[in-house]
């Protein structure tokens, strides 16, 4: 019997300018969500990537429950941080200092609320853009992969395993998101044909706005 394992990756982030109301509407059906449909599940993983502007908000506005909740998953086990420019800067439009600024400034504020549960050591790239002189800039910070969209790769996007780019004496590993899985995902085509549609005995590596559970699409919560 073939298995399909599959990856997701969830992106949650708010702009600085959110507001409370707002905010308080999105956590309710979707982050609050997403952490219920996890503890529910203890033996589903996944990965994380809250950015630092939301974390901010998050503990500005007193929804400390939401930090927590992420905070216990990951300490099980269950969800894997990774970083990323703390305020979604594209990181092709930043210098590589810039870069570098970015990531060290979001992983000081997340390290303060996650405490050792924040442990990443991949960045989540904004939009998934891309340069060449991004890899540098992420390998002198420390890490040592990204996510790529399936349109990227110059084979076919459901290559198994990590693959690598390099740019000068830097590279980086690198994988790349199922564009076709995650897309249907997020627009609600998960019907009862949906499983069948996936690739047998191999993974499926997905990348997705977090607030698609719940607040994009509703079904997607009981």
């Given at each position: 019997m073939f298995k399909t394992y599959w990856a997701p990756l969830w992106h949650i982030y708010q702009p600085p300018v959110q507001t409370k109301e707002w905010l308080v509407r999105i956590a309710n059906e979707s982050y609050?969500?997403?952490?219920?449909?996890?503890?529910?599940?203890?033996?589903?993983?996944?990965?994380?990537?809250?950015?630092?502007?939301?974390?901010?908000?998050?503990?500005?506005?007193?929804?400390?429950?939401?930090?927590?909740?992420?905070?216990?998953?990951?300490?099980?086990?269950?969800?894997?941080?990774?970083?990323?420019?703390?305020?979604?800067?594209?990181?092709p439009l930043l210098p590589e200092k810039e870069i570098i600024r970015q990531i060290k400034l979001n992983d000081k504020i997340n390290k303060k609320a996650f405490?050792?549960?924040?442990?990443?050591?991949?960045?989540?790239?904004?939009?998934?853009?891309?340069?060449?002189?991004?890899?540098?800039?992420?390998a002198k910070a420390g890490y040592s992969w990204i996510m790529l969209a399936g349109v990227a790769s110059n084979g076919h996007w459901t290559n198994k395993g990590w693959h690598t780019v390099k740019y000068k004496k830097h590279s980086?590993?690198?994988?790349?998101?199922?564009?076709?899985?995650?897309?249907?995902?997020?627009?609600?085509?998960?019907?009862?044909?949906?499983?069948?549609?996936?690739?047998?005995?191999?993974?499926?590596?997905?990348?997705?706005?977090?607030?698609?559970?719940g607040h994009h699409v509703k079904s997607m919560v009981a």
């Open positions: 609050r969500q997403i952490i219920h449909l996890y503890k529910t599940h203890p033996s589903c993983r996944f990965t994380l990537n809250i950015n630092a502007s939301l974390t901010l908000l998050l503990q500005e506005h007193g929804l400390i429950d939401v930090i927590e909740g992420l905070k216990e998953l990951a300490e099980k086990g269950q969800l894997e941080f990774v970083s990323s420019t703390a305020f979604h800067a594209l990181c405490g050792k549960a924040y442990k990443p050591t991949g960045v989540w790239l904004p939009e998934m853009a891309y340069a060449p002189h991004v890899t540098p800039a992420i980086l590993k690198v994988v790349f998101r199922d564009d076709v899985v995650s897309l249907n995902i997020g627009f609600g085509k998960t019907d009862s044909n949906f499983i069948d549609t996936l690739e047998k005995g191999s993974y499926c590596f997905t990348a997705l706005d977090g607030e698609t559970i």
